[in-house]
């Protein structure tokens, strides 16, 4: 038999705030996550950052196989306690960054994501979008407009430009802080990412692709893509200018006014000219 809910939730270990400590702990919205990743018994689950168990729990009791991955040595051991007679549970202790996860094949991924490396977590979901098809996620609002934006919208960014050829993406509801302990300074929210069989672009190297859209943000997504791509692609002004007048973009354009259409357009455009 599990341990109960108040058992996972009363324990003593002290959070720690630099590790994106904050715990679940409204029972029925833990529960509305794990119905949202719609997963059956024998169906293997990753979980991000399990912490004190409380989604780790309603998966096993499900009857899901859980590979959960946590950072915090104590956690990993409290886990192991508490859920000792669970044989669909594997608990790995690491960095979620270093966990090699590009065996794996047919994942659903849950996580109330680490608020400091939310979007490393992401990016590192985005390359191996190979190895899972549904996640449910948690993070900041701030953080969940990003991946959930559109083109010009508040927080467009590479992520929503990546999210958006990758997934098809729902907003599930908001949380406030007072769902957590201790509780965060801002409002989280909930959100479903779910792997499109067929991108909406034809991208002739995902990887370079990737490279591009990133490339074309940094520093700053209010810099041209002139100034931008000359800095990260290496490409001096005079050559990107041309690239940008052969796919009919004006040269003081912004990475944060492409559409997908676009930024496939000029992925391909470079590709030929760099490679
Ligand atoms: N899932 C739990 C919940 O909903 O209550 C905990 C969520 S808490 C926001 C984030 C969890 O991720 C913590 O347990 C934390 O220790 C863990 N964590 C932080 N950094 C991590 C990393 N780099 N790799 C794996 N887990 C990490």
């Given at each position: 038999m599990l341990p109960s809910s108040n058992k996972i939730l009363s324990n003593p270990i002290r959070p720690v705030k630099s590790l994106g400590q904050v715990f679940l702990t409204h029972q029925a919205t833990a529960d509305t996550l794990v119905a949202a990743l719609e997963s059956h018994p024998g169906e293997t689950i990753l979980e991000i950052g399990p912490g004190k168990g409380i989604l780790t729990k309603r998966l096993i009791e499900k009857g899901c196989r859980v590979i959960a991955v946590e950072i915090d040595r104590r956690l990993v051991y409290f886990l192991k306690e508490l859920f000792s007679s669970a044989e669909n549970l594997t608990l790995i202790e690491q960095d979620f960054l270093e966990f090699d996860m590009t065996n794996l094949r047919g994942l659903k991924i849950i996580g109330n994501l680490p608020y400091y490396i939310s979007s490393q977590i992401l990016f590192k979901l985005i390359e191996n979008h190979f190895t899972w098809h549904t996640a449910v996620l948690t993070t900041q609002r701030e953080f969940a407009e990003r991946v959930l934006g559109k083109p010009?919208?508040?927080?467009?960014g590479s992520l929503t430009v990546l999210c958006t050829y990758l997934f098809s993406r729902r907003r599930l509801f908001n949380i406030p802080?007072?769902?957590?302990?201790?509780?965060?300074e801002v409002v989280s929210t909930s959100f479903v990412l779910t792997r499109l069989s067929c991108p909406p672009v034809k991208i002739s190297d995902e990887r370079w692709f990737f490279a591009v859209v990133r490339a074309t943000f940094?520093?700053?997504?209010?810099?041209?893509l002139l100034n931008n791509l000359s800095r990260n692609i290496g490409l001096d002004k005079e050559k990107v200018a041309a690239i940008l007048k052969e796919i009919s973009l004006p040269q003081d354009i912004r990475a944060e006014d492409l559409n997908l259409e676009q930024f496939a357009l000029l992925s391909e455009a470079l590709r030929i000219f760099c490679h």
């Amino acid at each position: 038999m599990l341990p109960s809910s108040n058992k996972i939730l009363s324990n003593p270990i002290r959070p720690v705030k630099s590790l994106g400590q904050v715990f679940l702990t409204h029972q029925a919205t833990a529960d509305t996550l794990v119905a949202a990743l719609e997963s059956h018994p024998g169906e293997t689950i990753l979980e991000i950052g399990p912490g004190k168990g409380i989604l780790t729990k309603r998966l096993i009791e499900k009857g899901c196989r859980v590979i959960a991955v946590e950072i915090d040595r104590r956690l990993v051991y409290f886990l192991k306690e508490l859920f000792s007679s669970a044989e669909n549970l594997t608990l790995i202790e690491q960095d979620f960054l270093e966990f090699d996860m590009t065996n794996l094949r047919g994942l659903k991924i849950i996580g109330n994501l680490p608020y400091y490396i939310s979007s490393q977590i992401l990016f590192k979901l985005i390359e191996n979008h190979f190895t899972w098809h549904t996640a449910v996620l948690t993070t900041q609002r701030e953080f969940a407009e990003r991946v959930l934006g559109k083109p010009g919208g508040r927080g467009y960014g590479s992520l929503t430009v990546l999210c958006t050829y990758l997934f098809s993406r729902r907003r599930l509801f908001n949380i406030p802080p007072s769902f957590f302990k201790p509780s965060p300074e801002v409002v989280s929210t909930s959100f479903v990412l779910t792997r499109l069989s067929c991108p909406p672009v034809k991208i002739s190297d995902e990887r370079w692709f990737f490279a591009v859209v990133r490339a074309t943000f940094k520093p700053q997504r209010r810099k041209t893509l002139l100034n931008n791509l000359s800095r990260n692609i290496g490409l001096d002004k005079e050559k990107v200018a041309a690239i940008l007048k052969e796919i009919s973009l004006p040269q003081d354009i912004r990475a944060e006014d492409l559409n997908l259409e676009q930024f496939a357009l000029l992925s391909e455009a470079l590709r030929i000219f760099c490679h």
